[in-house]
């Protein structure tokens, strides 16, 4: 009996070590983090979507200094989230995740044109470094994120006795969980059908996800999204989309997840030199009677839908660097024309939210360099 308790401790200390050893390996590219220098690509010209303030702060415990600060999840955090998603220890897209909230505000990705279109299964993945920065820096499925969970309260001495330290307690406390949806449906802003294989299987996390009215999400969202794949991407060489939301004034499960207002969305279609030849978006309300209304320019939607929610320009930051050049002549199955009216189209569009757009900080000020150069 002796024994057989002596290797059962063995293998938990071997198993712990093995974990930490791999987590120590990861860290240095921890999907989580200050910023998306770790998943740049899918953002046109590298160039993270920026100026956005509206994420709330993460949640705080209270009487948390009757706690352990190691042992809460998601202690102390900033909010918003910068998510590498990875799997399997691959990047495959980018996440601006409000912590506040517990939805993303964004997703982007650059589009599979000519892969065949896959849905890889059900919605079960978790961020286990939203609960600490020190676990694994790839989506895992609940069991996983609970032994990651078990393994660092164990080495931290959190005592799973404290209701705060419990596993499902951290995880439900950092992110939103299957249970948190009520009569929503889980809807996707980087959705599995604009990709093939494990590119697929990495949008099914609940960081990918907000909730969505059941008829949008299955009839008007859905069929956008198809005809942004098999008509708006034809005879692009690259497509960099942004899909996000705006937040809502609407709480499910007890005010814990946020229902967005509306969903939102952007593309940049490039040729083979990653040159701009056309842009575009949509904007839906996120009811069973929502209409998609659809915008052929960045610009237009900036200026036809941004102008009535104005604190919502953040988004428009990909529009900047997707310009599409006027004297650009293209032959991409009747595109040259489109990329005349693009740039007829750029020429309304209000240089100064451009700029503030991509300023840093709440104010118009103190504009980067490349936008320092358009905006004087």
């Known amino acids: 009996m002796n024994t057989l308790i002596q290797l059962r401790g063995q293998k938990m200390v071997t198993l712990s070590i093995i974990c930490m050893f791999l987590l120590s390996m990861w860290g240095v590219r921890g999907e989580v983090g200050p910023n998306f220098d770790n998943c740049k690509e899918y953002f046109y010209k590298d160039t993270p979507v920026s100026g956005l303030n509206i994420a709330l702060p993460a949640p ?67 961020d286990p470094q939203l609960v600490h920065p020190e676990l694994s820096p790839n989506q895992m499925k609940i069991k996983e994120s609970k032994l990651q969970i078990k393994i660092y309260n164990k080495d931290h001495g959190c005592e799973e006795s404290v209701t705060q330290y419990k596993q499902t307690y951290k995880l439900k406390w950092s992110q939103a969980l299957d249970e948190d949806f009520g009569n929503y449906d889980r809807g ?44 708006l991407s034809k005879g692009c060489s690259s497509m960099y989309v942004v899909t996000g939301v705006v937040p809502g004034s609407e709480w499910v499960n007890e005010e814990r997840v946020n229902v967005p207002s ?25 009811t069973a009677e929502g209409v998609v209304e659809e915008f052929n320019t960045i610009p237009e939607l900036q ?74």
């Open 303 to 376: 200026n036809s839908w941004g102008a009535t929610h104005n604190r919502h320009r953040w988004w428009f930051g990909i529009g900047w660097l997707c310009r599409i050049p006027r004297t650009a002549s293209y032959d991409l199955k009747g595109k040259g024309a489109i990329a005349e009216e693009h740039a007829r189209a750029r020429d309304h569009v209000d240089v100064n939210s451009f700029c503030c757009s991509f300023s840093q900080g709440d104010s118009c000020g103190g504009a980067n360099e490349h936008v320092s150069k358009q905006c004087g």
């Open 188 to 231: 996707h802003l980087n959705p599995a059908g604009h990709h093939g294989g494990d590119a697929s299987k990495a949008t099914m996390t609940f960081t990918n996800v907000a909730p969505q009215d059941k008829t949008m999400n299955k009839e008007q969202w859905n069929q956008y999204e198809q005809n942004l794949k098999n008509v």
């Open 262 to 286: 509306h969903y939102w969305n952007a593309y940049c279609c490039t040729d083979n030199n990653n040159i701009p030849v056309e842009s575009g978006g949509a904007v839906c309300e996120n």
């Open 60 to 126: 705080v415990e209270t009487n948390p200094e009757s706690l352990k600060p190691t042992c809460l999840s998601a202690y102390n955090p900033a909010s918003p989230a910068y998510i590498c998603q990875r799997h399997d220890n691959k990047y495959y897209f980018a996440t601006l995740y409000d912590r506040g909230r517990r939805i993303p505000l964004y997703s982007a990705y650059k589009m599979d044109i000519n892969g065949v279109p896959e849905r890889g299964g059900s919605i079960v993945n978790y």
